[in-house]
């Protein structure tokens, strides 16, 4: 049972443009939502993250906004940069963090 | 902040050996964690350590696996007779627990090869 979806497996977009990531979970009782790069040979690296008491959070080029009553959530980066080419893992948690539950991932191409 | 170390990097076994996985987090983290990562999906969460207690374990965990955090420092994960269904990527993440909601950190994982 996949509580945490990414449908897209892969996303192709122009250096400077916006790429917008998306993901959708089934589990009401998540109240916080991460999203983590990914790059070949490494580990996952946390990017932004918010609270399911908010709808939207910025970091820098980095936005998440999050629609609780469709339960979906989506990652804006803009403007898109080829360094920004990486696998994006979408992550949501209850009870404190004690278990964060990870989507399949969504690989990313920015095109110079 | 020397981050999320495990060891070794790869691991090739042949299938029914045993093997053993080291990480060791962030000094000041108490919440250490292991998940599974095959190609395609998104890493699954195994289990959990607050300090040395072992406070949750998934069903992907068999008899098989084992894990241990002894004085709450480092972590070994151990594959007794292993299977080809076991060939993956092991990583390890480290949390501060004293603040809920606080992200992983992720080692570069161990991948393991059983053939």
């Known amino acids: 049972d996949q509580q945490v979806k990414q449908n897209s497996p892969s996303l192709s977009v122009q250096e400077g443009r916006i790429s917008i990531l998306n993901c959708d979970y089934t589990?009401?009782?998540?109240?916080?939502f991460l999203w983590y790069k990914k790059y070949p040979a490494e580990g996952p690296t946390f990017l932004i993250s918010i609270s399911s008491i908010k709808d939207k959070n910025e970091d820098g080029r980095f936005t998440v906004f999050l629609n609780k009553s469709a339960k979906h959530l989506s990652l804006h980066i803009v403007p898109s940069q080829p360094g920004d080419s990486a696998v994006y893992f979408c992550a949501a948690s209850d009870d404190g963090g004690f278990k964060t539950i990870f989507g399949a991932g969504t690989r990313l191409f920015v095109k110079a | 902040d020397t981050g999320v170390s495990q060891n070794p990097r790869h691991k090739i076994t042949k299938r029914g050996q045993n093997v053993t996985f080291r990480c060791d987090p962030i000094s000041e983290h108490n919440r250490l964690y292991w998940y599974r990562q095959t190609l395609g999906q998104g890493p699954e969460f195994l289990t959990y350590?607050?300090?040395?207690?072992?406070?949750?374990k998934s069903r992907l965990l068999s008899d098989r696996f084992s894990a241990e955090r002894p004085k709450g420092s480092f972590s070994t994960l151990e594959i007794q007779r292993t299977e080809q269904g076991d060939s993956a990527m092991y990583l390890c993440?480290?949390?501060?627990?004293?603040?809920?909601?606080?992200?992983?950190?992720f080692g570069n994982g161990t991948r393991l090869t059983v053939t």
């Open positions: 350590f607050q300090n040395e207690a072992q406070l949750e």
């Open positions: 589990n009401s009782m998540f109240d916080y």
């Open positions: 993440a480290s949390s501060v627990g004293q603040t809920l909601n606080s992200p992983l950190h």
